[in-house]
């Protein structure tokens, strides 16, 4: 019978996940975030070393074993409990024109979310998954942010307190979400947190044509300028440019950490709900990977900015964590060769020699 080397985490304290309180508390969260475990890593790479392949010859699916064991905080890491969040939320912004899309099929696509019908049901089916959707007051649109904040304060807090609070005791999160107009909030998050032009972050989203991609960077450009005071301050950018669904997955991000979920995370709007993160903490997306590069010619650009290489690039656009969903199934590939591959001394294969 195959032995694998046993390592596990202590249990993690019940302060970690605790709800938050205000933005001020979300700051004081991100000074004590939980670090990987150097042993379980250490204990990953050990294995892989002594696994009956050249040294390396697995690519990045030996990386992504030991990545899951480090912030599972255990060797073997496990599969068994995969979860997909995708939150849902609706932008005063539509209204301008920035999408091919009215901000009524929001609300539509969560009743399709609900009967199985989306993309993002079958991806969770076959990656084994466990599939949360997650609206957010789709009644009550989040402000213009061209003329104010998108959010107040304590709606702000309200959305990354349910993003938190979404997060189940899992082995793997993938995050997305849904929401027309999103992909105007996350260039003009981006553009705020990482400068350039409005244009070089606005895309075409659900299909826009070229005057409606112009007419979009246009709409990015008044916001920018509207709330340029206040743009210092990473939180206050994702308050004033962001949205509620934004936020919720910057909350979620968050409690995985806390938790030690290492996330997969889905396409440019996951991206920039993390950005907010790791411009308040570098090292915030450690636990994280980007699970693929998406159409949207800013997505490439933003995980140029935070550091993350995608694992799949296959042209997507859709959102609701379709990409993420994929991306598990490539975990769950590496996690059967770290775990069921035998090692030279089981197979009776001589090791490199020299």
């Not at 793997?172 to 003009?188: D, F, K, R, Y």
């Not at 112009?214 to 308050?239: C, F, G, W």
């Amino acid at each position: 019978m195959q032995h694998i080397a046993q390592h596990r985490r202590p249990p993690i304290g019940r302060e970690s996940i605790e709800p938050i309180a205000s933005l001020d508390d979300l700051r004081r969260r991100l000074t004590q975030l939980e670090p990987p475990d150097a042993a379980a890593a250490a204990a990953a790479r050990a294995r892989q070393a002594s696994l009956t392949k050249p040294p390396g010859s697995l690519g990045r699916l030996e990386a992504l074993a030991v990545w899951l064991a480090a912030w599972q905080g255990r060797e073997p890491p496990t599969l068994r409990r995969v979860g997909a969040l995708v939150f849902v939320g609706n932008h005063g912004v539509a209204a301008r024109g920035v999408s091919a899309y009215p901000a009524a099929v929001t609300a539509q696509m969560v009743a399709n979310f609900e009967a199985g019908g989306a993309a993002i049901n079958q991806l969770c089916r076959i990656a084994g998954a466990d599939l949360v959707v997650v609206p957010l007051d789709l009644d009550r649109p989040t402000a213009d942010f061209c003329v104010a904040p998108a959010m107040s304060e304590a709606e702000c807090v309200d959305a990354l307190a349910r993003g938190r609070a979404a997060v189940a005791d899992l082995d793997l999160l993938a995050v997305g979400e849904m929401g027309i107009a999103n992909t105007t909030s996350a260039a003009a998050l981006c553009a705020a947190l990482h400068g350039g032009e409005a244009a070089t972050w606005a895309g075409p989203g659900t299909g826009l044509d070229a005057a409606g991609v112009a007419r979009k960077a246009a709409v990015i450009e008044r916001a920018l300028e509207h709330h340029r005071a206040a743009l210092d301050d990473p939180l206050e950018v994702l308050r004033r440019l962001g949205g509620r669904e934004i936020a919720a997955m910057a909350g979620a991000i968050l409690a995985a950490r806390a938790r030690r979920i290492p996330v997969l995370l889905d396409g440019l709007v996951a991206g920039a709900a993390a950005a907010v993160l790791q411009a308040l903490a570098p090292g915030a997306l450690d636990h994280c990977q980007a699970a693929h590069r998406s159409a949207e010619p800013a997505h490439g650009r933003l995980l140029q900015k935070l550091g993350l290489r995608p694992l799949l690039d296959l042209d997507m656009r859709l959102g609701e964590a379709s990409g993420a969903a994929l991306a598990i199934l490539l975990c769950r590939a590496a996690l059967a060769c770290h775990t069921g591959m035998a090692t030279f001394a089981e197979a009776g294969v001589s090791g490199r020699s020299g």
